[in-house]
């Protein structure tokens, strides 16, 4: 047998399979915007993971997003209020299923008129999408969509209520609100979550979203934002920096608290300092998980081919 040399030109060469990609860390839009507004927020929920309590508010609008998801598997000429609207017991039904503790939200209503009065508040919401939209006229490409894309090592990841694209391959992010419109004041806070998308979006398919669409369903209004390029550049170094201080947080143990008024929301007061409270020791693990070089084979990043814009009524 006659050895072949290795850099003989007739042995066509095997390209050497790319190594898979490191990842140091990981964001979602809501435990990024979590250590934004409270450090110690973030920890309770990110590396202690403290069970927090259930909210009627919070069941609400889990059940009203999955009675929206719903509407669109159904063929355009059915997607009807009363449709809707009769999906919502079905609805709360699978998701106490899934999740019987959700049960204790009504204990103490033994007659079940404060469930029915919440069912109906439910109802309500629904109806008021459909005085925003209509959901006839409009075929999403993708709905309750996993995206996501590695950066520097960092995993940014969420999930987009809906995307619609059009023809040209022009994305509008659309994202369901159960509460009231912010005040002015505070559209920035509302937006970072959708900018937090976009940026996804940018990175995988190459294409600034041309709108982010916040719905909210409670004053049935929205509040829409074309964002650019630039700007989209600047939110990623944004994220950078966020998770080199939870990086730098995560080693030294020092996650503060940051006192404001969402502080009355929070199921974590016992234990916050600010409240007179004491956390529980720092968690050794969460020191190795900090600087862990995770790596993963799966593809990073979401693609997939255009589908028609939908095409909706005007507001």
């Known amino acids: 047998m006659t050895d072949v040399a290795l850099t003989d030109p007739a042995v066509p060469a095997t390209a050497p399979e ?5 990842v140091v860390g990981s964001l979602s839009p809501s435990r990024a915007s979590d250590f934004k507004t ?90 008021n999408y459909f005085t925003l939209e209509d959901p006839q006229r409009l075929e999403p490409a993708e ?14 990841r969420g999930y987009v209520d809906r995307l619609d694209v059009s023809p040209a391959g022009d994305l509008r992010v659309v994202d369901y609100k159960t509460g009231s419109i912010p005040r002015e004041a505070f559209e920035a806070k ?24 916040l719905i909210y369903l409670a004053d049935s209004d929205t509040l829409s934002y074309q964002p650019e390029a630039d700007e989209l550049a600047r939110f990623e170094r944004t994220l950078q920096a966020i998770w080199k201080a939870i990086a730098h947080a995560s080693m030294t143990g020092d996650f503060r608290p940051s006192p404001s008024r969402l502080c009355d929301w929070c199921s974590h007061q016992a234990l916050c300092p600010a409240k007179g409270g004491t956390p529980p ?21 979401v693609r997939v081919e255009p589908e028609p814009w939908p ?3 005007p507001n």
């Open 38 to 127: 409270c450090p110690l927020l973030y920890r309770f929920r990110s590396i202690d993971r403290l069970p927090e309590t259930p909210t009627r508010a919070a069941t609400r609008g889990t059940v009203v997003h999955a009675v929206l998801e719903h509407l669109y598997d159904l063929p355009a000429g059915e997607r009807t209020v009363e449709q809707a609207q009769a999906d919502v017991a079905p609805s709360w039904e699978q998701l106490l299923t899934g999740e019987p503790e959700l049960a204790q939200l009504f204990d103490d209503d033994a007659e079940g008129a404060e469930l029915t009065e919440w069912l109906e508040s439910a109802r309500q919401l629904v109806a």
């Open 311 to 313: 095409v909706s009524r």
């Open 190 to 213: 509302a937006l970072f979550q959708m900018k937090f998308y976009a940026l996804v979006l940018w990175r995988t398919r190459g294409v600034v979203p041309r709108q982010l669409r």
């Open 143 to 156: 709905r309750e969509q996993l995206v996501e894309v590695v950066l520097d090592g960092l995993r940014l």
């Open 18 to 22: 790319p190594l898979p990609v490191a």
């Open 281 to 301: 020791p720092f968690p050794a693990h969460a020191l190795a998980a900090a600087s862990e070089d995770r790596r993963v084979a799966t593809p990073v990043g």
